[in-house]
């Protein structure tokens, strides 16, 4: 079973930066696609896209988030990265930490619990 653990949310100002960080345990982490998406207060039912990056490396970003955040990871240490520059009042949203593993064509996919991330002055 894979675990997922986010951490580095919290208050910033417009402007500022973060550093998300989410370390999967419970499978071999080069074997997970990661992601993260994002939730934002009173859209209970979508949970947005933010930045991916696969078992390769390849990377896509959403237009919101684009030029501002860089996803990364780091198998030797099972974690992925988001780092988050220039934040604005309405990246507030509590981020979901994403890994998606494929085997034989089956598709399994796993949450973090999700960390805060409030932007306000």
């Known amino acids: 079973q894979v675990q997922l653990v986010e951490s580095g949310g919290g208050l910033v100002q417009p402007g500022g930066s973060l550093r998300l960080s989410c370390a999967a345990s419970?499978?071999?982490?080069?074997?997970?696609?990661m992601g993260w998406y994002r939730q934002a207060p009173g859209k209970q039912r979508e949970r947005e896209l933010v930045?991916?990056?696969?078992?390769?490396?390849?990377?896509n970003y959403s237009d919101s988030v684009k030029g501002r955040s860089t996803i990364s990871r780091d198998n030797a240490k099972n974690t992925v990265y988001l780092q988050m520059n220039s934040l604005k009042p309405e990246d507030t949203a509590v981020y979901y930490c994403h890994a998606e593993r494929v085997v034989g064509g089956t598709s399994d996919r796993y949450w973090g619990q999700g960390t805060q991330v409030t932007v306000s002055s």
């Open positions: 419970g499978v071999s982490f080069s074997l997970l696609a």
């Open positions: 930045a991916t990056i696969t078992r390769g490396g390849s990377i």
